[in-house]
């Protein structure tokens, strides 16, 4: 379709004044080529990518990645130790801690389920699940500091910045629905580290996530802008098919120009996106006994919305646990008992909603469910030594041995991977780095992670590097 221009109205000109039709679509900058620019069929047009992948028929179409801000306490949640009880106040060996030693968790641990998987009495309703969940023991990072942690976790480098996990997916797959974005981040505040988390880098710009503030479900305020206020969708239709057109006219002069290829396409998913998000994004479409069933906290009606978006076809989905107020929830520094008691009863209650809603819709076989922070907590307590109040104890950043849940995807459900030594300090059976748990993600999502390479900058990059061996013992 072509469309005369004015001679009097300038390229610059006519993208202002057609900006009101569809340039506020909301949804953290739908527009902009460092925002929503997911395209539909994956790779940048010319890319072998799409061909190239999957490599072996995949276990999970999707991954619902349940990130827990600030590093849960492995030995209050899944790593049970009643040695700290015999060495309570002790010194670690080689470590200056500030407080009083090894600090045993006052939490009762059983085993559930016909398979036995053991967790702490914090997650009553995730151990009903007991049978249909793998726990990683055995995790290991490189170090104890949030912003390295963090992003060694997402990113698969403790520097900035490097494509996501997201974005890697994203690139490898596409996405599965032309009118929603393959890679989507909910998280009712900003985290520490920030965008540069869900970042796409140097991959082409649709493979960077759609970040989403759900501190509001509101869905006028959710998805801003989503209405226009005058004109109807074939006038719409009709204004944004001029502009692409004087984009594409632009293009041809300018090969390989790659930002406003991908401003083309964000245009193009954006005006798609106003039929589509706006029911997508609408959690109170949702039956109450739903939206009850995974409490009405930020974090439980972010899993319901992950659980939405998974339906209808995205690729990948972060939730991250964060509050308005707090960037790192589980940093529990201070009252790290009282701190994991409140904590892990409001992700119990959602993280089990969302696996028994997934089951029920048939969709938990192939979603991979990943809940875990970018490391552990230390086994001994730290404490305020002016105060010395043992009651409010906290315990600090451990990177040297923690643990993961996963379920779904793939994934050997009653089964629980590795260990960590008697008062958990280390990992030392069936170890598992980032880069291993990286590597297996991507194996269940039918990518050899050893394949999936991006060439910038005189080299080959992947997102586990030169590392990374796929953990065969968790896939079922």
């Known amino acids: 379709m072509t469309f005369p221009l004015p001679a009097a109205v300038s390229r610059r000109q006519a993208l202002r004044q057609a900006g009101a039709g569809f340039g506020m679509l909301g949804l953290t900058g739908a527009l902009s080529a460092a925002g ?4 539909a069929t994956g790779p940048a047009s010319g890319s072998s990518v799409a061909a190239a992948f999957p490599n072996h028929a995949p276990r999970a179409k999707r991954v619902i990645f349940l990130f827990m801000n600030g590093a ?11 040695a700290l009880a015999r060495y309570e106040g002790q010194q670690p060996e080689g470590i200056k801690s500030k407080g009083s030693g090894f600090m045993p968790s006052p939490f009762t641990f059983a085993p559930y389920g016909d398979s036995g998987v053991v967790m702490s009495e914090l997650f009553p309703n995730l151990a009903q699940h007991a049978d249909d969940v793998c726990v990683i023991r055995s995790m290991h990072t490189d170090v104890p500091n949030h912003e390295p942690g963090l992003l060694l976790m997402n990113c698969g480098h ?29 998280t009712p505040g900003m985290p520490v580290v920030g965008p540069q988390l869900w970042s796409n880098s140097f991959l082409p710009g649709q493979h960077q996530a759609t970040s989403v503030n759900t501190s509001d479900l509101d869905i006028e305020r959710l998805v801003a802008n ?29 090969e390989n120009d790659a930002v406003l290829e991908e401003q083309i396409r964000a245009m193009e998913l954006a005006f798609e996106m106003q039929r589509e998000a706006a029911e997508a994004f609408d959690v109170s479409r949702e039956p109450k006994h739903v939206r009850e069933l ?25 939730v991250y646990y964060v509050t308005k107020k707090n960037k790192q929830p589980w940093d529990t520094h201070s ?4 701190g994991h008691r409140t904590l892990c009863a409001d992700s119990d209650r959602a993280t089990a909603a969302l696996l028994s809603d997934l089951q029920a819709r048939g969709l938990l076989e192939d979603t991979l469910v990943v809940w875990g922070g970018e490391f552990g907590r230390t086994p001994y307590s730290q404490m305020d030594l002016s105060k010395m109040d043992a009651a409010k104890a906290g315990r600090d950043h451990h990177n040297t041995g923690f643990s993961m849940l996963l379920a779904g995807g793939g994934v050997k459900g009653g089964y629980t991977h590795g260990a960590t030594d008697e008062l958990g300090m280390h990992a030392t059976e069936k170890r598992v780095h980032v880069h291993d748990l990286h590597a297996t993600i991507l194996h269940l999502m039918g990518i050899d992670h050893e394949k999936l390479t991006y060439h910038y900058s005189g080299r080959d990059f992947r997102l586990t590097d030169v590392h990374g061996t796929v953990v065969h013992d968790i896939i079922a």
Request: hydrophobic share 30%; charged share 25%.
């Open 36 to 39: 929503m620019l997911q395209a």
């Open 294 to 318: 995974y409490g009405p906290s930020d974090f439980g009606q972010g899993c319901l919305l992950a659980r939405r978006l998974a339906e209808r076809g995205v690729r990948f989905i972060q």
């Open 158 to 186: 403790q520097q900035p910045v490097r494509p996501c996990l997201g974005s890697w997916a994203s690139y490898g797959l596409g996405s599965e629905n032309r009118n929603l974005p393959g890679f989507v981040v909910l």
């Open 335 to 338: 009252n790290n008992n009282a």
């Open 72 to 82: 849960p306490s492995h030995v209050d949640t899944f790593d049970p130790k009643p």
């Open 226 to 254: 989503i209405r226009h206020p005058s004109l109807s969708r074939p006038e719409q239709r009709r204004q944004l098919n001029l502009v692409l057109e004087i984009n594409r006219r632009h293009l041809r002069e300018r």
